[in-house]
Each structure stands twice: as C-alpha cells, then as structure tokens.
C-alpha cells in the first residue's frame, strides 16, 4: 500500500476488515462509525491488487468491501471492478484468505456472473444487493442488508458501523461509472438529504463518468432519463427539497436554445414558456438567491 492508503482503524486480521474506496468523502464519513478495523484505499493501478496487499494473505472471517457500484461492478481506489477485471486478477483473487466478501455497493447483486464469478475465484460466500443501499430520497428511509443468491441467508451492517452512522448518513453507495461507459440507466446517481445543490445530467452527455466523479460531495445528482420529459423529471427531484442555492444542469446547446432529451429548449411559446407549469413549481424550494447555472454549448 502506497502513500495513498489511509487507516482508519489499526487492522487485526483474526476477524473482519472493511477495505473502502478513498476517493469518494461521503465514504470516509461512513468510515468514522466502523466498528472493526477499517482500510480506505485511495489511488492504485490496480485495485483487486491493492486489496490484496491489504490482506497480507491473513485468514479474515468477512471482508467488507464499501465502494459505489451498479449492475456492472463497483468502483474503488480509481479502477472500475467488473467481471471481466475479476478474471484478469484470479491469480489475486486466488491468494484471498477470506471466509465471506460482503459487497456493500448499490445494485451490485443483480450481475449473477460477477457475484459468481468472485465467489468461484476467492473460495468465498458472496454477499451483496440487488438495491440501492444507503438513504432513498423518495421514501425517506434507509436500506442496508446484503443477501447470498446460493442459500438465500441476509447479512447486515450492524455489527460493522454504528447504527447511529447508518441512519445518519444521508447518501447512496451508486454509481453510473463503468469501463464500458454504459449508460443505460437514468434517475438519481447520487442521493442526498438537505441537499443545497442538484446536478441534472442529459442523457446525450458524454463522458457522464467524469462529470459524476468530479462532482462535490454533498451535491445530488440525477441523470435524466432521455424517453420522458425532462422538466417533469427535474420537479419531481427539485420539489423534495427545500432551500436550494444551486441547479446545474449540464446539456447540448445550440444558438441560445437549451437541447434536453434531443429537443431544443428556447425562450419562446414552444419552448421554455411550455414548460411555465413546472418552473413555477420550483421557486418555492430554492433560496431567494439561488443560482440555474447552464452548461452547454
């Protein structure tokens, strides 16, 4: 482990670890509340890698992986962990000691071939879910079990972190990030109670990877949905908050036209003047010096 690794809490590799990904500050905080020794790892070439030398080939009875995922994998220390990068890494995977892998990352649960894929190659029982974890900004309430697709036993994070951390922490484990730069899925990448900023993607964007990474933590990103009408999509998001400083909202332009969901959005009857029915909903949820701030061509 480089420069770049911090210990959280000083290891004891006789029971259960938490490594996490160091690069996402929300994460950090959730680390404030471990209840078993804990690793965030920041940069590294090679993830499965750094994982590995965090182990030191000990025998660990559950490791606990804490990084934002999807359907395709997770994300940590940089690197993009999906299936085909576990079967790069088996001859790492193969020197895991581990006894149970519990994958707290959104969503992570639905790729049956990722999770049998690491079980096969590390000898572990897999847990992971097939939902969001963390805080939902629609029902208010939080989510955090783990379930094993072989034998159908639950797993939850009580015994890791602080129950007070987990109802405290008001975020998402998501992610939109991918080798493949898929982008097939739309909605709330980032969620985040009281939040001040939201940060709504078009669809059309390229590159939405850099833009999600980049954005500060406690800003709330969405990531529009290009079949459905993207004013409705942003009211429902900006109407479940109060006192917003802050919309950004990253698009295609052209010649003073806003272009969402491959229609251009002007000052005019057919354009923005249409939309007066969901515009005049957000006043009431922003600051009285909250800033709309366009990006776009």
Same mark, same amino acid.
């Given at each position: 482990?480089?420069?770049?690794?911090?210990?959280?809490?000083?290891?004891?590799?006789?029971?259960?670890?938490?490594?996490?990904?160091?690069?996402?500050?929300?994460?950090?905080?959730?680390?404030?509340?471990?209840?078993?020794?804990?690793?965030?790892?920041?940069?590294?070439?090679?993830?499965?890698?750094?994982?590995?030398?965090?182990?030191?080939?000990?025998?660990?009875?559950?490791?606990?992986?804490?990084?934002?995922?999807?359907?395709?994998?997770?994300?940590?220390?940089?690197?993009?962990?999906?299936?085909?990068?576990?079967?790069?890494?088996?001859?790492?995977?193969?020197?895991?000691?581990?006894?149970?892998?519990?994958?707290?990352?959104?969503?992570?649960?639905?790729?049956?071939?990722?999770?049998?894929?690491?079980?096969?190659?590390?000898?572990?029982?897999?847990?992971?879910?097939? &939902? #969001?974890?963390?805080?939902?900004?629609?029902?208010?309430? =939080? %989510?955090?079990? *783990?379930?094993?697709?072989?034998?159908? !036993?639950?797993?939850?994070?009580?015994?890791?972190?602080?129950?007070?951390?987990?109802?405290?922490?008001?975020?998402?484990?998501?992610?939109?990030?991918?080798?493949?730069?898929?982008?097939?899925?739309?909605?709330?990448?980032?969620?985040?109670?009281?939040?001040?900023?939201?940060?709504?993607?078009?669809?059309?964007?390229?590159?939405?990877?850099?833009?999600?990474?980049?954005?500060?933590?406690?800003?709330?990103?969405?990531?529009?949905?290009?079949?459905? &009408? #993207?004013?409705?999509?942003?009211?429902?998001?900006?109407? =479940? %908050?109060?006192? *917003?400083?802050?919309?950004?909202?990253? !698009?295609?332009?052209?010649?003073?036209?806003?272009?969402?969901?491959?229609?251009?959005?002007?000052?005019?009857?057919?354009?923005?003047?249409?939309?007066?029915?969901?515009?005049?909903?957000?006043?009431?949820?922003?600051?009285?010096?909250?800033?709309?701030?366009?990006?776009?061509?």
């Amino acid at each position: 482990m480089g420069d770049d690794t911090m210990i959280i809490k000083r290891p004891n590799m006789s029971q259960e670890l938490i490594i996490a990904d160091g690069f996402a500050p929300e994460i950090l905080g959730l680390l404030q509340g471990a209840k078993v020794p804990a690793i965030a790892l920041s940069w590294a070439e090679d993830a499965l890698q750094a994982i590995t030398i965090a182990l030191a080939g000990e025998e660990i009875e559950a490791l606990h992986i804490v990084a934002h995922g999807c359907g395709e994998g997770f994300s940590l220390c940089g690197q993009w962990v999906d299936e085909k990068a576990l079967r790069e890494s088996a001859h790492l995977l193969e020197q895991w000691r581990v006894k149970r892998i519990a994958l707290w990352s959104c969503e992570v649960g639905l790729n049956g071939m990722f999770i049998e894929t690491l079980g096969q190659l590390t000898g572990a029982e897999v847990f992971a879910s097939e &939902d #969001p974890l963390g805080w939902s900004p629609i029902s208010g309430g =939080r %989510h955090w079990s *783990l379930a094993n697709p072989g034998n159908s !036993s639950m797993l939850t994070p009580y015994h890791v972190f602080s129950k007070a951390t987990l109802l405290s922490w008001n975020y998402q484990l998501s992610s939109l990030e991918s080798e493949s730069d898929s982008r097939n899925s739309t909605g709330i990448v980032r969620a985040v109670a009281e939040a001040q900023e939201i940060l709504f993607i078009d669809s059309a964007v390229s590159d939405k990877a850099t833009l999600i990474s980049g954005a500060r933590a406690g800003v709330e990103i969405v990531l529009l949905d290009g079949t459905s &009408d #993207p004013w409705e999509q942003m009211t429902e998001v900006i109407t =479940r %908050h109060q006192n *917003l400083t802050a919309i950004h909202l990253v !698009s295609h332009g052209s010649e003073g036209d806003i272009i969402l969901a491959g229609k251009a959005y002007g000052s005019g009857a057919e354009g923005l003047l249409a939309e007066s029915l969901y515009l005049s909903q957000w006043q009431s949820h922003l600051t009285q010096d909250a800033d709309i701030l366009l990006y776009g061509c």
